[in-house]
């Protein structure tokens, strides 16, 4: 910023191209004007920022699960970039100038197309119990039987307990059952499943958002 105390600029206010003349308590001044380019680069970069620390802090809390889940998602990728890279395009949406988590879309898990075509989800007695149905024609096709289920039931509250089971019951088991208690009777988590190789081959399905409880 240069001021002038004497000079020519002292009964001149205005812009002239990319200089500001001004006035303050009678000492004119010059300065150059701001770059609006870069005042919005930086608000989208401060809302980018918001976003990636919101998924971050997400994950940072279910790291077993997203590191079995995403392991085969891109190969020149580690486990837990794949899974910020995926949940930021289909996860995480803007709403009234805030980013939040779309709960159906987030996944824990990307590869084969999950084989489950029905299921039902219990709370009783300290406990959660999922079975499901499959579709026999895939599991076929990709030899699935051997698979495992991963579980992760996600408190909407990052401060509550996260509940789950990264190596649970065999796909053919059609069953399993994880411990669950809510901290309080408001709490709401959401419920995924989705299924990991069991021969070292570390491959998953995608999966799945079964609702919330």
Not at 33 to 37: K, Y
Not at 119 to 128: D, P
Not at 190 to 199: C, G, K, Q, R
């Given at each position: 910023m240069a001021t002038a105390k004497n000079g020519k600029v002292q009964s001149f206010t205005g812009m002239v191209g990319n200089l500001v003349y001004c006035n303050w308590k009678g000492i004119p001044y010059v300065r150059s004007?701001?770059?609006?380019?870069n005042l919005k680069r930086s608000r989208l970069q401060v809302k980018a920022n918001s976003k990636f620390k919101k998924l971050q802090l997400m994950l940072s809390q279910i790291l077993p699960y997203i590191r079995?889940?995403?392991?085969?998602?891109?190969?020149?990728w580690t486990s837990h970039n794949s899974a910020m890279s995926y949940n930021l395009k289909h996860a995480i949406v803007e709403k009234d100038s805030n980013f939040e988590i779309d709960w159906s879309n987030f996944s824990i898990s990307r590869g084969i197309e999950n084989p489950i075509i029905g299921?039902?989800?219990?709370?009783?007695?300290?406990?959660?119990i999922i079975d499901w149905q499959l579709n026999i024609d895939h599991v076929e096709k990709q030899n699935l039987w051997k698979y495992r289920c991963m579980i992760l039931a996600y408190p909407e509250n990052p401060e509550n307990?996260?509940?789950?089971v990264v190596n649970g019951s065999l796909l053919d088991e059609l069953?399993?059952?994880?411990h669950f208690i809510k901290p309080t009777e408001t709490a709401v988590y959401?419920?995924?499943?989705?299924?990991?190789?069991?021969?070292g081959s570390s491959k998953s399905t995608n999966s799945i958002y079964l609702g919330k409880v």
């Open positions: 004007r701001p770059d609006v380019r079995q889940g995403f392991k085969n998602f891109n190969k020149e299921y039902t989800l219990i709370v009783s007695k300290g406990k959660m307990q996260v509940f789950g069953k399993h059952s994880i959401h419920v995924y499943i989705a299924f990991l190789s069991n021969d």
